[in-house]
Each structure stands twice: as C-alpha cells, then as structure tokens.
C-alpha cells in the first residue's frame, strides 16, 4: 500500500520528465569518470546552467500562461550590445545596465502588442521580432564583437562568493526563488496558471487577462536581456550572436522541467533542473571524450522522453 501511494506521489511531481534522465545520466558518467563529480565541474555545470535559467524562470511563467516567445535569444544579444554601446561610451555601469534592461522592455511590449493586442500568432510574430532584432544588432555591430570593458563590470559575470561559487549563480538563485513564490504563493502566479488553463474562463472570473500576458512578455525580454549582459561580463565582450539558438534550448529546459507547452501548469523548480540536466549533458559528453556534435541528438531524445513521461504521468495521476 505504501509503495502504492509512493508511486502515486512520485508521478504527481511535473519534474519527473527531468529527475529520471538526470539519474541515469549521473550513474552513467559517475561510473565512466568519477571526477565528474568533483566540486569545480559541479560549480561550473551550475554557472552554465545559471544564464539559461535566468530567462527560464520568466519563459516558464510565459508557458503556463499559455504563450511562446522565440525572440529571447535575440533579446539576449540585443541587451549584451546595448550594454557594450553605453559603456564604451563612457556610461557607468549601472546605467549602462538600466539601458539594456530598457531595450529588452521595448522588445517584450512590442511582442505583448502584437500577440495580444492584434491577436497575431506567438510563433510567427516572435519569429519575425527575432529576425527583426538580430538584423538590427549586424548592422549596429558589423557582426563584430565588442570588447575593452572596465573590471567593475566584468567582475558582475566573472566574480565569485568564497573564491568559489560565481555570482551569476548567486543571480539565478535569487531570481528562481523569486520566481518560485510568486507562481505559487501570489495572486498574480495563480492568475498566469488560470488564463494558461482558460482564457476565457480567467477573463470571465475577473482577471486581466491581456494585462497580465503582456507583463509576462515584457518581463521574459528584459530577463533575457539581462542574461545577456551578464554574459557579455563574463567573457569581456558582447558577441552578436550571443543567444543565438538559445530560445529553443531554454523552451526544452522548461518542458522537459514540467511546464506545459499547452499552458495551464508550470514550476520553476523543474526549469532549474531542466537548465541544469541539459547543461549536464554538454559537460558529460566533454569529461567522456564523447564528441560534442552528439549534443543535440541527445537533447531532442530526452525532450521527447520527456513528453512521454509527462504524458504517462497524466493518465496515471487522473490528469487525462
């Protein structure tokens, strides 16, 4: 009976599209090369994985509430290039900053509009802003990297607290459990789950429902934006191509972490450990010698994995 009810528990947890690979994946590398496991691998897997959960947290909020974004990669470049423009302009850091937390604004209210305004579709209209935006960041740039910047800045992306534990982590940290209390403790979490799981239905109970998906849009561009300066810190210059592809590595995360691509549910907990599993994997293939090229076939077999999972962990919890 206990075993019973374990089960039951165990496939009520949206994250276990993520635990199950995430073991297998550890008692496969552990056994192939112990030294995976030692404190700086571990510590550097999670400052990989820092920058993608970042825009995680808000892109989980964005899918719960039934939206899509494939603009964020280029908001990241977009914000690492507005940063690197203020400061080589002489602007001080903290404006610097504020300015590239801007433009991502700019980008998330115009991505807020025409979704939700012109009810245009999220995956068309952000394509567009991606193109869009990344034409304008190769032209600004001539597709070169900018570089020269003061030690007050890169020290955002290349410090570390004790010597040891770099301060994007520290970022993320604060970011998720932000994030996580406002999902499931606050009025404006449990209105994002109730226009992911109907609209309609969110609308007619009160909620704001166009209010509420725009502020969403604008907060996943500005936190994008932010990855990118951070990034932009920690390898001292501000790459055009900075996001590139990364909009569909950190949906993945979100998916395979528990959030429904149909909307409706979500968890940051999951998109930590989606960001995390996935960094994994490109750390385990280089400590295993294995050819980085096998990468993206792996994450497209634990994605797919993934959805099964959830899928069978629907039917057998009564969700379906």
């Known amino acids: 009976m206990k075993l019973k009810e374990f089960s039951k528990s165990l496939l009520a947890r949206n994250e276990l599209g993520t635990i ?3 073991a297998l994946l550890l008692i496969v590398v552990g056994f192939v090369n112990p030294g995976f496991f030692a404190a700086n691998n571990i510590l550097d897997i ?4 820092s920058f993608a959960f970042i825009i995680a947290v808000p892109i989980t909020f964005l899918m719960a509430g039934g939206g899509m974004d494939l603009s964020i990669g ?3 470049s977009f914000g690492g290039v507005i940063c690197a423009f203020a400061l080589k302009a002489g602007m001080p850091v903290s404006i610097a900053i504020m300015m590239a937390l801007l433009g991502g604004a700019l980008i998330g209210v115009f991505n807020g509009l025409i979704i939700v305004r012109f009810a245009l ?15 304008i960041i190769a032209i600004t740039t001539k597709n070169l990297a900018i570089s020269g910047f003061s030690s007050a800045f890169k020290v955002l992306g290349q410090g570390k607290l004790f010597g040891s534990i770099s301060y994007p982590i520290l970022y993320a940290l604060v970011i998720g459990i932000l994030g996580h209390v406002v999902l499931t403790r606050t009025k404006y979490g449990r209105s ?5 799981g109907n609209a309609e239905t969110a609308y007619l109970s009160g909620i704001n429902v166009r209010g509420k998906q725009i502020s ?20 001292a210059s501000a790459q055009p191509a900075a996001g590139s592809g990364t909009e569909l590595t950190i ?12 909307g409706g549910t979500g968890t940051v907990f999951g998109s930590a450990l989606g ?14 010698n294995v050819s980085t090229f096998w990468q993206n076939l792996i994450f497209g077999v634990i994605l797919i994995a993934a959805i099964f999972i959830d899928k069978y962990r629907r039917r057998a919890s009564g969700g379906e």
Do not use: D, E, W
């Open 216 to 235: 969403i849009y604008i907060a996943t561009s500005v936190f994008a934006a932010l990855s990118g300066v951070l990034q932009a810190a920690r390898f």
């Open 46 to 49: 999670l400052r990989t994985a």
């Open 20 to 22: 199950l690979p995430m």
């Open 192 to 196: 994002v789950l109730a226009i992911g």
């Open 121 to 135: 579709p999220a995956f068309i209209a952000t394509l567009g802003v991606q193109y869009a935006i990344n034409g």
């Open 251 to 262: 949906m993945a995360a979100v998916i395979i972490g528990g959030t429904s691509m149909f």
């Open 275 to 288: 960001c995390i599993l996935l960094a994994t994997i490109t750390n385990a293939l280089i400590v295993m």
């Open 74 to 76: 280029a908001a990241t």
